[in-house]
DNA sequence: TATGAATGAGAGTTCATTCAT
DNA sequence: TATGAATGAACTCTCATTCAT
C-alpha cells in the first residue's frame, strides 16, 4: 500500500464537488443500514429518507437500484479485502485465516452485509474483480495457514470460500449468539486443521 | 398408521371437501414449485396459474402470501422430518447423521427450497413446531453418532443445525458443483468427528 | 359482412365476463377522449380517472400504455374501414373516394384523432393489419374513381394515401373552420381529377 | 442592411456579453438538433449536454423548455422568412410559391422540424408575429404566381398555408421517399394550378 | 365454493426546475 | 455568470388482497 495512493473510498471515475460527494457517502450509508435491517427489498424511497436526501439525488449517484446495491457491495468487499490485507501484512500467520473467517461471521451476525445482500440480491450483481481480490486475498492466507501446517494440504480455496459464505448465511439466521457464533466456527476450524495443529488447539 | 387417518399434510382445522383439498394440495405443489424456481417474490399470481385455479382460490384456502409460505415450509420440514425418521429406523446409525445432512444440501442445491425460503421471507415465518420436530430428529441422530463414537461428545445440537443451515444456503449459491459440494462437507464433517473416527474416515 | 359475424367491437380473443368487457369499453372511450384531448402524453392515471376505474384495471386490460394506444388506433382504424366499406357498397362510386377523405379529415378536424396519435405515438405502434385493411379499402375506391374517369390513371394509392395523411394533420390544427377544409380539399380533389372531370365539377 | 444591425436572431431585448450570446447560439443549436432528432419530448439535460453546458446555462437563458421550444420555433420562421424573401427576389417568380413549398417539405421530411414541433408541443407555443410574416411572405409569391396566371384566382392564402402544414406533417412519416414526396406535391400543384399552367406543366 | 375482475398503495425511475457553490 | 447537484411531483407499472358474479 504505497502512501501515495489515493484514499480507497475515492473510487469514483472523476472528482465530485464536495458536497456531492458528502451526500454520496451519506446514501451508500444510509442504503447499507436499511438493507442490512429490511434485506435488499427495502424501497429506496426509505434509503432516500434515512440519507435525508430526495429520492432524485439518489438516482443521481446511482442510475438504478442494482447500482445502488452493487455500490455497497464493492465498497463492503474492498473495506473486507483491505482488513484481510493488513491481517497478513501482521504477524501470527498460522491461524490468520481463522482470524479472518471469524471476523467476517462477527459482521455478518450484526448486520445482514456481504453474504446477506449477495444471496438476496441473487445473481444479477456484476461486481466485477472486487470479488476476486477477495478471493485472492483468502487463497494467500489460505496458503499461510497451509505453510505453517496448521490447516490440511488438500483443502482448496474454493472449499475455504464455500465454508465462509455458509457460516455467515447461517449466522443471519435468529439465535446466533456469540457463543454459538465460537462452537460452530470451532467445529469448521477443526475440519480444516491437520491432525497435528488439532491436537494443539484441542490442548488449548 | 390406519388408512383413514388424514394425509400429514392436511393439517388443516376441519376436514375439507374432496375437491378443496385437491385444490389445496395443487396450491402448495404450485407454489414450491415457483417459489423454487423464482424465490419468494414470484407473484400469487403466477402460483394461482401454475395451479390452474383462480387467484381468488389461493387466496381461500391461504389468506396471506405469508401463509402460504408458512405452509410450504411445514409441507418441506415435515418431509424432511420424516425422512429423517426412515434414515433413523433403518441401520447405518452411526453415519446417519452425516447421511441426511448430505441429502438436504443435494436437495438445498437442486432447488431454492428450504433454506432458501427461510432466508428470503425472513424472520416473519411462524412455522411452529415444525421445526422443532425436524430438530428433535436431527438430535436422535447426533446422540446415536456420538454413542457410536463417531462425533465428538462435546458437540452440540445448536451446533449441528446451524452448520446444516450454513452449507444449504451456501449450495445455493452458483458455482456449488457436487464435486464441491461433497469436498466441502468432508470438511465439516471431519470437523464433527472424533480423533478415531477420522482416522478411520480419512483412512478410507 | 355477414349477419353472423360477431360484433366488431369483440375482436378479443376469448369472451370476457360482461362487467369486464364494460369496463374495457369505458377505458377505450375514456382513453379516446383524453389523448383527444390532450395527445398521447396524458397520463393513464387520468384515463383511469375519466373511466371510473382504478389504475390496475387499465393495466390489467392494457398492459402497457402502448397496448393502450394500439388498442384504440385499431379501433379507429376499424370503424373507418366499417365506414369505407359502406361508402363502396352505397352507389356514387365515382365520388366515393372524395367523400370518404372529407369524412376522415372532418372527423380528424374534430378530435385529435387516428392521425394525430399517429404521429405522435410515432413509429413505436405495431397496427398490424388494421392499416392495410383500410388502405385496400382506399385502394378499391381509387379504382372505382378511376374507372369512372374521376381520377387520373397515374396516381397511385401511395399519393391519396399521404395526401389523406396530411390533409387530416393540418386539420388538427387551429383554424380549420369547416369552410377552409372544404376549400382545401377542393384543391386537393382538383388536383387528383383528370381534365374532364374537373371541367364539370368546376363546372357545378 | 447595415453591418452593425444585429444578427436577426438575436431578438433579445436587450445586448448579450459575447459570450452569453456564443451559449445562446450553442443552445439553440442543440435544442434544434435534438428536438429534431427525438422530438419535443426529449429532455432539457440531452440539449445542455450537446451544447456543451451545463443545465443551469440553458434556464439562463430560457426559463422554461416551453421557451426554448418558442425560441427554436422564432428562429425556424424567421430562417424560412429569409428564404422566402431570397427567392421573391430572384427571378422565377410564377412558381416561386411551389418551389418554396417543395422546399419546406424537403426539410421536414429529413428532421421532424417545424411542422413536427408544432405538432408535438401542440398549441401551447406562442410564436408571436414570426408566423405572420411567414404568412405574409407566402402570400407574396402566391400573388405573384397568380399574376402570372400559374395559380388560379380563387386559391386564398389559407388554402396554401393548410396544405403546406399538411403535406409537411406527412412527409414526417415513415415511407416518404423522394419520388412519393415529388409526386405528391405534384397533385398538390396541379389542384393549385390553372387550367392553362396545368396543361403546359402536363406537358413537359 | 370458485372465479377472476377490480382495487390502490407502493415500487422504480424521469425530468423540468431551483439554488447553493 | 456559469455550474451542476438537489429537488420532488409525476409517470408507468406491479401485486397482495378484496369482493361482486
Redesign the pocket.
Known amino acids: 500500500m504505497t502512501p501515495s495512493m489515493p484514499s480507497p473510498e475515492a473510487t469514483g471515475d472523476r472528482p465530485?464537488?464536495?458536497?456531492?460527494r458528502r451526500?454520496r457517502e451519506r446514501i451508500l450509508a444510509a442504503a447499507e443500514a436499511v438493507f442490512a435491517e429490511k434485506g435488499a427489498t427495502a424501497?429506496?424511497?426509505e434509503v432516500a429518507a434515512r440519507a435525508g436526501?430526495?429520492?432524485?439525488?439518489v438516482?443521481?449517484?446511482f442510475?438504478?437500484?442494482?447500482a445502488l446495491l452493487q455500490a455497497i457491495m464493492k465498497g463492503l468487499l474492498a473495506r473486507l479485502t483491505r482488513e484481510l490485507e493488513a491481517l497478513a501484512a501482521d504477524g501470527a500467520p498460522a491461524e490468520g485465516l481463522f482470524a479472518f473467517i471469524a471476523r467476517m461471521v462477527e459482521q455478518a451476525a450484526q448486520k445482514r452485509t456481504v453474504v446477506g445482500l449477495l444471496a438476496e440480491a441473487g445473481v444479477g450483481l456484476q461486481l466485477g474483480d472486487s470479488v476476486q481480490m477477495l478471493r485472492e486475498g483468502i487463497g494467500n492466507l489460505l496458503l499461510r495457514a497451509q505453510d505453517a501446517g496448521v490447516v490440511r494440504e488438500d483443502v482448496r480455496l474454493d472449499e475455504v470460500v464455500a465454508l465462509l459464505v455458509g457460516v455467515c448465511q447461517g449466522a443471519l439466521h435468529a439465535g446466533w449468539d456469540p457463543d454459538l457464533q465460537r462452537r460452530t466456527l470451532a467445529i469448521v476450524f477443526d475440519g480444516l486443521r491437520t491432525s497435528e495443529a488439532r491436537a494443539s488447539a484441542t490442548g488449548c
Not at 436526501?53 to 439525488?57: D, E, K, R, S, Y
Not at 442510475?63 to 442494482?66: C, D, F, L
Request: no cysteine; glycine share 4%; net charge positive.
Open positions: 465530485l464537488r464536495a458536497d456531492a451526500n424501497s429506496t424511497d436526501v430526495a429520492i432524485g439525488t438516482f443521481k449517484h442510475p438504478t437500484k442494482q
